[in-house]
């Protein structure tokens, strides 16, 4: 186990991120888009077994986190509608908390950019972050591997998050691929509806058998979503937004939805397909990443 520690200093992976005068540091936490997500079976738990490529974008939440000398965890600014204990980034401290024997607590602070229930992985990438940037700042000193067994806890998303780089992902959500993506620009729709993913998974109308691919024979235009059709029948908003997108290039719901998205050949045909975007629909662009900024706060 490690030892406890809240000393943060002396550790150059968090120099880029420097303290402020009353010891917060600020952390980032990026979205991510499923080029396309496979239902390729189903476990015996209920959990389904997937394959899809992990796109990071440059939307992110930040994290603020401030250690504390005693063991509490204290959210500064719950978001509407989640209890305090429910957020996943206490429920991603509490478990380091544990796992590791840690007697440090921590202060946080969320500022959401990312659309909650958009299937961009919001929830996940600031628990992943959390446990990350804890990973430094209480010197827990985790391998990226065992940060990722521990994320899986919490959430299919997270080990995505701590692995840093986009994938093709399999399993539930635990298997990962390094897997190079170009760098692009995304025109993204959020149609203002909120999807529960147990509700998706569970529908009997989900196909769930969907034939295995290899990472070598991917071709992502003969892929597909297969959460999209149930998505658009139990939110039709989905459907609106999908049909409007689809005059600019092929698009697709990203994960359990409710965001769907369109690949574009540069920022400025993302920023013109966004201008025109009709009032009652939300829209962004999100640029590719090629990692997270974190990603070496884990050892190999
Ligand atoms: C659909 C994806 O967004 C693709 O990126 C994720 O697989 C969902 O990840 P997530 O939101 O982190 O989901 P979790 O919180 O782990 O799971 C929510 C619920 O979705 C279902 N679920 C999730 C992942 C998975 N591989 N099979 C499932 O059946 C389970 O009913 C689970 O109770
Ligand atoms: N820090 C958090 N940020 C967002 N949602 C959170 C957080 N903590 C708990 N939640 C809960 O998780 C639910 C799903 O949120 P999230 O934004 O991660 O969905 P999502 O993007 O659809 O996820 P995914 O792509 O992983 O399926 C929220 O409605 C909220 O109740």
Redesign the pocket.
């Known amino acids: 186990m490690a030892s406890v520690t809240h000393s943060d200093s002396g550790s150059s992976a968090l120099d880029r991120f420097p303290a402020t005068s009353e010891g917060w540091r600020s952390f980032p936490a990026p979205a ?1 888009l ?1 080029l396309f ?1 496979h239902v390729i079976g ?1 476990r015996a738990d ?5 394959q ?1 490529v ?1 796109q990071l974008v440059d939307l992110q939440d930040t994290i603020e986190l401030r250690v504390r000398g005693d063991n509490q965890i204290e959210h500064y600014n719950p978001l509407p509608g989640v209890d305090p204990e429910d957020d996943l980034t206490v429920r991603a401290a509490r478990l380091l908390q544990s796992h590791a024997n840690i007697t440090a607590g921590v202060d946080i602070r969320v500022t959401k950019r990312i659309p909650m229930g958009g ?1 961009m ?1 919001g ?2 990438s600031d628990a992943a972050t959390v446990l990350l940037a804890l990973n430094q700042l209480w010197g827990v000193n985790l391998s990226r591997q065992a940060l990722m067994t521990l994320g899986l806890k ?5 080990p ?1 998050f701590i692995f840093g780089r986009n994938a093709f ?1 399999e399993g ?2 635990e298997i990962m691929t390094a897997h190079d993506t170009p760098e692009t620009w995304f025109a993204v729709l959020h149609p203002q509806v909120h999807v529960s ?2 509700a ?3 529908d009997e109308r989900l196909t769930r058998d969907t034939p295995s691919i290899t990472m070598r024979d991917l071709n992502v235009a003969a892929t597909r979503n297969d ?1 999209q059709p149930v998505a658009l029948s139990q939110q039709p908003r989905i459907a609106e937004s999908l049909k409007w997108l689809s005059q600019f290039g092929p698009a697709r719901m990203t ?2 939805g409710s965001c769907v998205f369109t690949i574009c050949a540069s920022q400025s045909e993302a920023d013109r397909v966004v201008s025109l975007v009709p009032e009652e629909m939300t829209g962004f662009v999100a640029r590719s990443l090629q990692k997270h900024e974190l990603s070496e706060f884990a050892e190999q």
């Open positions: 991510k499923n997500l189903r209920g959990y389904h077994l997937l899809s992990f299937g992985g929830g996940s919490l959430g299919a998303d997270v995505f992902v539930v959500g993913t147990p998706i998974f569970k959460l994960g359990s």
